[in-house]
């Protein structure tokens, strides 16, 4: 039977989203319907809330798991009455924190999305769209500028994984798709050659390259196990000739893609 995970949040819900889905990623065997409330910001919405728990204890027959980064002390103790199990992710942390610093905190609400470094927030909206405007091979005029070009053939996961680095790290990162007219003699495109040093490979397994092309383009060529394997092999080639730095991103998430990225090649993130 499947159980019932809330993320409680007086902002985004993102914070308790990570942490929840981090808990519940080591009960592997147990299948959680999951459901998110942002915003709850005053009595009236923490009721709601409330409500909505207790009818779904009662709807399943279970005590749903209740994960809440509330942080207005009014809010949490009406989210306590509910009939969920509420773990509190950041009053487990706080008690700590405030007797090791010698201060309380300020328990305001928002203040881990907030936009405290303006600075910070335009190096992150400035990556973001070099990641949009260099996707695909579409533009290399601008790879001078790139942190890292990701490389790979088609469906490989550059595109999430650049978003990803932008949004995260604050960097600058393109990414062009290697084709058969790469690999029919083993080159380095031209506008990729100047930038060797800035390279870096995703590789995938052959029949999940197929299984994911498929859903794009069922029964064609370029969904064909024949010719994923042979694209995956060649890029494997090339990758070794040019000693171009690469990862299996098969079984990987993005956020394992792009910590690894970073730990393989130095580069520094320019967010904290």
Do not use: W
């Amino acid at each position: 039977m499947a159980r019932t995970a809330f993320f409680i949040s007086d902002g985004t819900g993102i914070t308790a989203e990570t942490l929840g889905h981090s808990l519940l990623s080591q009960f592997g065997g147990i299948k959680f319907d999951q459901v998110t409330i942002p915003y709850v910001a005053s009595d009236d919405l923490t009721r709601e809330a409330v409500a909505r728990i207790d009818r779904t204890a009662q709807t399943d027959g279970a005590t749903p798991i209740v994960f809440s980064t509330l942080v207005n002390d009014d809010h949490r103790a009406i989210l306590h009455t509910c009939k969920g199990k509420v773990l509190d992710l950041f009053t487990a942390f706080q008690k700590p924190l405030e007797d090791e610093l010698g201060v309380a905190a300020n328990h305001k609400v928002g203040q881990s999305h907030a936009i405290r470094d303006q600075q910070a927030y335009r190096i992150r909206i400035n990556a973001v769209h070099f990641a949009l405007d260099n996707d695909d091979g579409a533009r290399t005029r601008y790879y001078d500028q790139a942190d890292l070009i990701l490389v790979g053939v088609s469906r490989s996961g550059k595109t999430p994984t650049c978003l990803y680095l932008a949004l995260q790290f604050g960097l600058f990162a393109a990414n062009y798709p290697l084709t058969e007219d790469d690999f029919d003699d083993l080159r380095l495109p031209d506008a990729l050659a100047p930038h060797k040093h800035k390279l870096f490979g995703l590789t995938i397994n052959a029949d999940r390259l197929s299984a994911i092309r498929s859903e794009r383009k069922a029964g064609s060529r370029y969904a064909s196990p024949r010719q994923c394997d042979m694209e995956v092999r060649a890029l494997q080639a090339l990758y070794n000739k040019f000693n171009i730095p690469h990862l299996d991103a098969t079984e990987l998430s993005i956020e394992e893609i792009s910590t690894r990225i970073l730990a393989t090649t130095g580069l520094q993130r320019r967010l904290q």
